[in-house]
Structure formats: structure tokens, C-alpha cells
């Protein structure tokens, strides 16, 4: 029987990355999250109820002793497969403007990444990150990792970060995202294939995956009206609009005792604005402007419904919170659930997320999507198995 691969987990976070790499078989050895309610959803979840073989620190990455880690796993220097991560983005985010995210402390957590990579020396590394990883203020920091890797016996490869979209792996999201792909020198091979190439696609049998996938199927009548306007405000003409609707698939009924059907609780002049709101409508079509709406036009998505035809807009940490993007049920007058927001991100239903509600929104919109992790992980275990087994 081949020995199952082994990965550790930096900045682990309610534990997507991990429970990616556990659907193909790899043991997570050790996990590293700050957050304590993003730690104990992971231990609830991946070590205690699906068994994984991990040691959770649920402390500050920046104390972490990784001679003590090595030491407690018995991983030796150079036998671990590989190293996953996602730094915290919010100094590389688009919602800072300007030069604010230059001097953010939490980008050097990139570069504490390598911390890890010096000590471990494992086989291949994956880093996430949001998109901003690449612009020029940044520079500074991408550089110094991508050196980092280059003089201590890496090989980047694409010899850049990648931005990948997971629509293309099979989830219901259009969510780009930066990886850095490396493998240590004696690793590289001159055919190795990455990025994965996508599962799905703008059109054809393996389409992408709409935001209908994770909502439960709405009456006739709900129906009728996203096709009247779908020719109504998108100019579908009747046969498109009825085919579009008809071919759309929908998810599972939310059970009623799941903790995580859970959606705000929204004043009863907000209710109204909802309930003003038309299907696939948008915060301009609800009748409803503030002052600061009036001489600002950005940031048109807040308060808008989530268009059920098409990838839903990306995940974000205030995924229950319509006045953070469009989180608006497509039809019902308040914010997507909880679960309809880890459906999003391709978590299974019996994934439980610890905390209040504004926590588990949090831990849902900082994770990788498990479906595309899986992706990104199973091809990096068939490099290494060809490599080395």
C-alpha cells in the first residue's frame, strides 16, 4: 500500500485547504490559525469528527516553535509533502485605497510563510491570496518571498503568482484568487502541468456552476418572474429566458435544526427595501436611496440580490451582511443564510462553524473553497507521486 502523502497547513483558518486535501488523501499533520473559533471549527470538524491526524495551534503564527512541531509529528527536514497556506489578504485587498496597505503588518505574515519552508524544506508549497498580491504597491513583499524561494532551493512554478478563478474548478463563485506554485529543485521535472486545467466552463456539458446550486427550488410563480426578468432587464428574448430557467439545477431544502440556517435579523424598514427589491434587482431598483448613495455611484452590488443564473459574486467575509455586497436572498427580503453562504464555498452541509454569527461569516468568506482545493491539491499529489512513488 503506497504511504499516503502529508501536508501541514499555515493559517488554516475553519480548515477549506485542509478538508480539500483530505478528500484526495493526504494527512494534515499540523494546522495553524490565530482565529479561536476558526481553530475549533477546524478541531470539530477535521480532526474530531472526520478523523484527521492533525495537531491544531490556535495561537499567533509568529510564535510558533517549528523545531517543536517538526519534533511532535517526527517529520524530519525535507520529508514533508507539502506546505498549504493563505497568508491574511487584508493589506493586499482592492477595498484598500490608495497606499493603505504598503505598511500593513500582515504582509509580512508572507514572508513569515517562509519561515516554514526554510525549516520544513517540503517537497512543494501552495500560497493563496487575494488578487492585490500583484499590484505595484506590493511589490516589495512578492519580491522579497519569490527571492526567498529562488535562494533557498525553489523553483516558482510559472515563475510568478497565478491569479485562478473558481468558477473554472467547480464552484457555484466568480472568485479570483493569486496561488504561488513551487517545488523544491530535485522535485521540478520539465513536464509538469499547472495550472490544473479547468473543470468548467462558460458554456458546453461541464458548464459553470450557477448560484442556483446551493438555494432550494422556489414555487412556479418565482420562476415566472426571474424569466420576465431576465427579459426584462438583462433583454433575454422569451425562448432564451424560459431556456436559462429551465435548465437551471438547485440544491438541497436547509434543514431547519441546522445552526448554520441562520440569516440577519434586518430592522423593518430594511425588510421593506427587500421586499421592494425586485427579483434580480439591485439596491437602485428598490426605491430606496441613501444620502450617500446620491453623488456616489460605486459599490452598486450592496444590497442587491444574488442573481441565481449565473456564478454568484465572490464570498466575502460579511457574506450574510447585504450591506456588504450581494448577499440579498434572490427572492425571499433578507440576507443569504449562513449555509447558503459555506454552500457558496463548496463546504458540505455537515461542516458546523463555531462561533457567533458574525464569526462563521468570517471563517466562511477567508476559506478556500474546498471544490477547488481539491483540484489544485490532487494535482499537486500527482506530481509528487510521480516523482517519488
Known amino acids: 500500500m503506497a504511504q499516503r502523502l502529508t501536508a501541514i497547513d499555515l493559517f488554516s483558518g475553519a480548515g477549506g485547504f485542509s478538508l480539500a ?23 470539530k470538524n477535521l480532526v474530531e469528527r472526520l478523523s484527521a491526524p492533525t495537531q491544531v495551534f490556535a495561537q499567533d503564527i509568529t510564535k510558533v516553535d517549528i523545531d517543536s512541531i517538526m519534533r511532535y509529528q517526527g517529520i524530519q527536514k525535507g520529508q514533508l509533502d507539502i506546505l498549504l497556506g493563505g497568508p491574511p489578504c487584508q493589506g493586499f485587498s482592492s477595498h484598500r485605497f490608495k497606499d493603505s496597505g504598503i505598511d500593513d503588518p500582515r504582509n509580512a505574515l508572507l514572508i513569515r510563510y517562509f ?17 492585490g498580491l500583484l499590484w505595484p504597491r506590493h511589490e516589495k513583499y512578492l519580491n522579497d518571498f519569490l527571492k526567498l524561494a529562488k535562494d533557498h532551493g525553489y523553483q516558482v512554478i510559472t515563475g510568478a503568482p497565478l491569479i485562478l478563478n473558481a468558477k473554472d474548478y467547480g464552484v457555484p463563485q466568480n472568485r479570483r484568487r493569486a496561488f504561488i506554485f513551487a517545488l523544491r529543485n530535485d522535485v521540478v521535472r520539465d513536464d509538469i502541468e499547472w495550472p490544473p486545467k479547468p473543470t468548467h466552463f462558460k458554456s458546453g456539458e461541464s458548464k459553470w456552476l450557477a448560484a442556483s446550486s446551493v438555494f432550494e427550488q422556489p414555487e ?14 438583462f433583454g433575454y428574448s422569451e425562448e432564451e429566458a424560459f431556456e436559462t430557467v429551465s435548465s437551471l439545477k438547485w440544491g438541497e431544502d436547509l434543514e431547519p435544526e441546522d445552526p448554520c440556517n441562520l440569516n440577519m435579523v434586518h430592522s423593518a424598514e430594511l425588510t421593506q427595501v427587500f421586499e421592494n427589491t425586485p427579483l434580480l434587482g439591485g439596491r437602485d431598483e428598490s426605491g430606496r436611496e441613501l444620502d450617500c448613495h446620491k453623488d456616489y ?15 454568484a459574486n465572490t464570498v466575502t467575509t460579511g457574506c450574510n451582511n447585504p450591506s456588504k455586497g450581494r448577499f440579498v436572498h434572490p427572492w425571499l427580503p433578507h440576507g ?15 461542516y458546523m462553524f463555531i462561533g457567533g454569527s458574525m464569526a462563521m461569516a468570517k471563517q ?19 506530481v509528487l507521486e510521480k516523482r517519488f512513488m
Open 336 to 350: 443569504i443564510t449562513l449555509r447558503h453562504a459555506a454552500r457558496l464555498q463548496t463546504f458540505p452541509d455537515d
Open 21 to 43: 486535501a483530505h478528500n484526495v488523501g493526504i494527512d494534515v499533520l499540523a494546522a495553524i490559525e490565530f482565529d479561536q473559533n476558526a481553530a475549533e471549527t477546524y478541531q
Open 364 to 382: 466562511i468568506g477567508n476559506a478556500v473553497p474546498v471544490k477547488m482545493g481539491q483540484v489544485l491539491i490532487e494535482q499537486i499529489k500527482l
Open 115 to 131: 519561515d516554514f519552508v526554510e525549516y520544513l524544506k517540503p517537497k512543494a508549497f501552495l500560497v493563496e491570496n487575494v488578487p
Open 220 to 233: 412556479p410563480s418565482i420562476l415566472n418572474g426571474f424569466k420576465r426578468r431576465l427579459e426584462e432587464k
Open 297 to 311: 455611484k460605486g459599490h452598486k452590488d450592496v444590497y442587491g440580490r444574488i442573481f441565481p443564473h449565473i456564478p
